[in-house]
C-alpha cells in the first residue's frame, strides 16, 4: 500500500448534479411559500448540507419554512431519481483518473454534502462504488467546513493502510467549504476549476494548486 488517501468532494468535482440540485431546490421553496432563489445563488452553496444550504439561501425564513423546504427538497430529489430524470453526469476523465489512482495503490473516498442515499445511489449508477473506502456524508456529520467527515476517511483509510494520516492525505475539491475543511482538519488540498467556485476563491482559501481537468489532475498526484 502506498499510505496515500485522495478524498473526493462529489457533486462540482466527481459529478455535474447542479440542474437536478436547482430544480430541487425551487420545487422546496415554492413548497415552503418562499421566493425561489436565482441560481447561480444555488450553484454558490453547493457542497454544504441541506439546511446550512437552506439557511444561507434563506436565512430570514422561519423554522417551519426551513423544514419544509427540506422535506420537499428530499422528496423531489427521490422522485427525480425514482422516475429516471435525475441528472449527474461524470465530469469528462473522472473515472478515468479514479482507476489510475487505485491502480498506482491510492486510497480512495468521498467527502460530501449528499445524504447516504444520494452518494450511493450516484456512484452506484456509475459504477464506482467499489473504488471508495470510505463514504462520508451531510447524515452522520455536520456540513462543511467541519473537519468531521475528513477525519472520519481518514481512521477508516487507516484500518487498511496504517500508514494512512493527515500528513498523507489529500482533499480535492471545487468549492471554498472543501479547502477550509481541510485546512481544518489539516490536511493539504487541491481544487478543481471545473466545479462551482473560481480558482481565485479557491486559491485564496488555502489551496495548494488547481487543476484544469482530471488529467492535471491525476498528473498532480502522481
Same mark, same amino acid.
Given at each position: 500500500?502506498?499510505?496515500?488517501?485522495?478524498?473526493?468532494?462529489?457533486?462540482?468535482?466527481?459529478?455535474?448534479? !447542479?440542474?437536478?440540485?436547482?430544480?430541487?431546490?425551487?420545487?422546496?421553496?415554492?413548497?415552503?411559500?418562499?421566493?425561489?432563489?436565482?441560481? =447561480?445563488? +444555488?450553484?454558490?452553496? +453547493?457542497?454544504?448540507?441541506?439546511? !446550512?444550504?437552506?439557511?444561507?439561501?434563506?436565512?430570514?425564513?422561519?423554522?417551519? !419554512?426551513?423544514?419544509?423546504?427540506?422535506?420537499?427538497?428530499?422528496?423531489a430529489?427521490?422522485?427525480?431519481?425514482?422516475?429516471?430524470?435525475?441528472? #449527474?453526469?461524470?465530469?469528462?476523465?473522472?473515472?478515468?483518473?479514479?482507476?489510475?489512482?487505485?491502480?498506482?495503490?491510492?486510497?480512495?473516498? +468521498?467527502?460530501?454534502?449528499?445524504?447516504d442515499?444520494?452518494?450511493?445511489?450516484?456512484?452506484?449508477?456509475h459504477?464506482?462504488?467499489?473504488?471508495?473506502?470510505?463514504?462520508?456524508?451531510?447524515?452522520? =456529520?455536520?456540513?462543511?467546513? =467541519?473537519?468531521?467527515m475528513?477525519?472520519?476517511a481518514i481512521?477508516?483509510?487507516?484500518?487498511? @493502510? @496504517?500508514?494512512?494520516?493527515?500528513?498523507?492525505?489529500?482533499?480535492?475539491?471545487?468549492?471554498?467549504?472543501?479547502?477550509?475543511?481541510?485546512?481544518?482538519?489539516? +490536511?493539504?488540498?487541491?481544487?478543481?476549476?471545473?466545479?462551482?467556485?473560481?480558482?481565485? #476563491?479557491?486559491?485564496? #482559501?488555502?489551496?495548494?494548486?488547481?487543476?484544469?481537468?482530471?488529467r #492535471?489532475?491525476?498528473?498532480?498526484?502522481?
Open positions: 500500500m502506498s499510505g496515500k488517501l485522495a478524498i473526493f468532494d462529489c457533486d462540482g468535482t466527481l459529478v455535474d448534479g !447542479q440542474a437536478s440540485i436547482c430544480e430541487a431546490m425551487e420545487i422546496a421553496f415554492d413548497a415552503a411559500d418562499l421566493p425561489a432563489p436565482d441560481r =447561480h445563488s +444555488v450553484r454558490r452553496i +453547493v457542497g454544504l448540507s441541506l439546511p !446550512q444550504a437552506l439557511s444561507e439561501l434563506a436565512p430570514s425564513a422561519s423554522g417551519n !419554512q426551513r423544514a419544509a423546504a427540506v422535506d420537499a427538497y428530499k422528496s430529489f427521490r422522485s427525480s431519481r425514482l422516475e429516471g430524470r435525475l441528472q #449527474e453526469p461524470l465530469f469528462d476523465g473522472i473515472p478515468e483518473l479514479l482507476d489510475r489512482l487505485r491502480d498506482a495503490g491510492w486510497l480512495l473516498a +468521498v467527502a460530501t454534502g449528499k445524504s442515499r444520494g452518494l450511493f445511489s450516484c456512484l452506484m449508477t459504477g464506482l462504488n467499489d473504488h471508495f473506502v470510505s463514504l462520508q456524508t451531510a447524515d452522520r =456529520h455536520p456540513s462543511k467546513p =467541519h473537519p468531521a475528513l477525519e472520519a481512521a477508516d483509510a487507516a484500518l487498511i @493502510d @496504517d500508514a494512512v494520516n493527515t500528513d498523507s492525505a489529500v482533499m480535492i475539491g471545487d468549492t471554498t467549504f472543501d479547502i477550509t475543511m481541510a485546512r481544518s482538519a489539516r +490536511v493539504r488540498s487541491i481544487g478543481v476549476d471545473w466545479g462551482y467556485h473560481t480558482p481565485q #476563491e479557491l486559491l485564496a #482559501e488555502g489551496a495548494e494548486a488547481i487543476a484544469r481537468n482530471p #492535471e489532475l491525476g498528473a498532480m498526484l502522481l
